[in-house]
């Protein structure tokens, strides 16, 4: 497998990610678009955040609405991540990853200098949809996560040669997600 250029990512980039940015946007922002290895993408308005207020257990196999409470970030453009705290949200961005590419989602160094870490999170080949992020606040502060602006690097690994099974071909249970997609077990 190899990593993929900003050359290539400027002629693929429209057919993968959506919207697109051939450049990298920052002046007075946290960054987005493309860049030298990869792509850097922006968080939507939605976010989750965890809180204990109702008493609730996560439990992946039996999750509850009852342990977030949902935020918009329309109006102030930031959503306020309590002190060693949890939330989720997810891009902005739609992303199609082509069968031959392994797409890998990393934070970015601005937040983790923050003490905000952004789970690592991989893209199967074929796999589409609105990335569900991940995001600690591992801080004894509150802190602040910007809507519209850059979160995460992804970077694409092109493979050598095409899986047999994709992501599409299995169904699996995250493929075309709209939105903050909560915990999915299938049964069955």
């Known amino acids: 497998m190899g990593i993929m250029p900003d050359k290539w990512l400027i002629e693929q980039g429209e057919k993968i990610i959506r919207p697109f940015h051939a450049g990298q946007v ?27 207020v109702r008493n609730a257990i996560v439990d992946p196999k039996n999750f509850t609405s009852a342990s977030f409470v949902e935020y918009d970030a329309s109006e102030t453009g930031y959503c306020i991540l309590p002190p060693n705290s949890f939330l989720l949200c997810r891009s902005l961005e739609w992303i199609e990853v082509p069968r031959d590419m392994l797409v890998l989602v990393i934070g ?19 796999w589409k949809g609105h990335i569900t992020l991940e995001i600690s606040n591992t801080t004894t502060l509150p802190a602040k996560i910007y809507a519209g602006e850059g979160i995460g690097q992804l970077l694409f690994f092109k493979a050598e040669e095409v899986c047999d099974v994709s992501y599409a071909d299995r169904k699996g249970k ?3 997600q709209v939105g903050v997609v909560l915990p999915r077990i299938l049964n069955g």
């Not at 970015?108 to 074929?126: D, F, M, Q, V």
């Open 26 to 52: 920052a002046k007075g922002q946290i960054s987005y678009g493309v860049s030298s290895y990869g792509y850097d993408i922006r968080l939507a308005n939605e976010f989750k955040i965890f809180t204990n």
């Open 108 to 126: 970015k160094s601005t937040y983790a200098r923050c003490g905000l870490i952004l789970n690592c999170t991989p893209l199967e080949p074929e």
């Open 174 to 176: 995250y493929q075309n």
